[in-house]
């Protein structure tokens, strides 16, 4: 999906998708693809629920992810799902210019992060939000580490803490791939930001997991980051 359509809600529960369409002004590329289908209908929740995805809030997510959070609360999603690409990082984001017109690139990358937690994820409120890492977050002087630090109330959250601990309870490290489910269904957040993912201590985790039982899993991001850029297009696939 280019630039300037809309978010896309999902429905879990083998039911297809609604037409929800073109609620929003829109965010750039959004992404949902399924891997390892497997379906068992009986084990599905009677009723339909969905959720919300998108990636890459660059330059404009201070704008319209206020929107964003407001929709998936009033189309009563279950969680939210943000596939990466947080801050531009190698310049200026577009809307924090328009605000901070003065600011100096070492004051706008000191903030870009606690920026994106304040006007991107707190309109959320309760609404359960999901983070995945993207290339521009691996953008010096961003790295890795630093995601993971600033992230790790949102990568330790409790639905993805105790899934790690079920899959394997001495497994006590917070990283930037991870896996919950939902109604039967595996969600699984990989990491591919940089050229040395998947690395093979992820390939190693996603090959255990993708042995688990489970009813039907989707998977993302599922774009390569030999890139080094998000797409301009995405898909959706509804069970």
């Not at 359509?5 to 992404?31: E, N, Q, T």
């Not at 359960?128 to 990568?155: C, M, Q, Y």
């Not at 595996?186 to 990491?191: A, R, T, V």
Request: hydrophobic content about 45%; aromatic content about 12%; glycine content about 4%.
């Amino acid at each position: 999906m280019a630039m300037g359509k809309s978010v896309k809600f999902m429905r879990g529960a083998l039911r297809s998708r609604g037409p929800i369409g073109d609620v929003l002004p829109a965010i750039a590329l959004l992404l949902l693809a399924m891997t390892g289908l497997s379906i068992a209908p009986a084990a599905f929740a009677a009723t339909p629920w969905q959720f919300a995805v998108s990636a890459d809030s660059r330059n404009c997510g201070d704008v319209v992810m206020p929107s964003i959070a407001a929709a998936a609360r009033a189309h009563h999603a279950v969680f939210y799902w943000h596939l990466g690409d947080l801050r531009a990082i190698y310049d200026f984001d577009e809307d924090f210019r328009v605000l901070h017109p003065n600011a100096t690139i070492a004051e706008y990358l000191s903030t870009a992060w606690p920026d994106f937690e304040r006007n991107q994820i707190e309109p959320f409120a309760d609404l359960p939000f999901f983070v995945g890492i993207g290339n521009h977050e691996t953008i010096p002087p961003k790295s890795r580490d630093e995601f993971i630090v600033t992230f790790a109330d949102w990568l330790n959250a409790t639905v993805i803490r105790e899934q790690r601990l079920k899959d394997d309870p001495h497994d006590h490290k917070v990283r930037t791939y991870y896996h919950w489910r939902h109604e039967g269904v595996d969600f699984i957040n990989l990491d591919n930001a940089t050229a040395d993912e998947f690395d093979a201590a992820q390939l190693k985790w996603l090959t255990a997991v993708l042995q688990m039982p489970s009813v039907i899993r989707t998977c993302g991001p599922w774009w390569s980051a030999c890139t080094r850029h998000s797409p301009r297009a995405s898909r959706a696939v509804t069970a």
